[in-house]
């Protein structure tokens, strides 16, 4: 079992940063694939990124590339995702997730075994 907790979710205006973290408990977090997903008002969860368990290799989805940016810290057993030039259509409730490294680091929800309780992320126009 793996507990995650994020935090680090706000308002804040477009334009502006954010950097969400996610603490994990239980199973060796240096085992598990992270991903950020989020969840918009009456809109279905999405993915936004995920870093392999080394560390090593980062994917985005298109409509956050070049202003997210996902980074861990096995020793911290936390994920971060580090959000520049927020728009509002950024405004969603973000959860992270984690994946056994045996899969191919993805985006399937389904592969994503834990799941933290989510932050909110208000962006204003």
């Known amino acids: 079992q793996v507990r995650l907790v994020e935090s680090g979710g706000g308002l804040v205006q477009a334009g502006d940063s954010l950097r969400l973290s996610c603490a994990a408990s239980g199973r060796t977090f240096s085992s598990y694939h992270m991903g950020w997903f989020r969840q918009a008002p009456g809109k279905e969860r999405e993915f936004v990124s995920a870093?392999?368990?080394?560390?090593?290799?980062?994917t985005y989805a298109d409509s956050v590339k070049g202003r997210f940016t996902t980074s861990r810290d096995n020793a911290k057993s936390t994920v971060y995702l580090q959000m520049n030039s927020l728009k509002s259509e950024d405004t969603a409730v973000y959860y992270c997730a984690a994946a056994p490294w045996y899969y191919r680091m993805s985006s399937t929800e389904g592969e994503f075994h834990y799941w933290g309780q989510g932050t909110q992320v208000s962006v204003s126009s």
């Open positions: 870093i392999t368990y080394t560390g090593g290799t980062t």
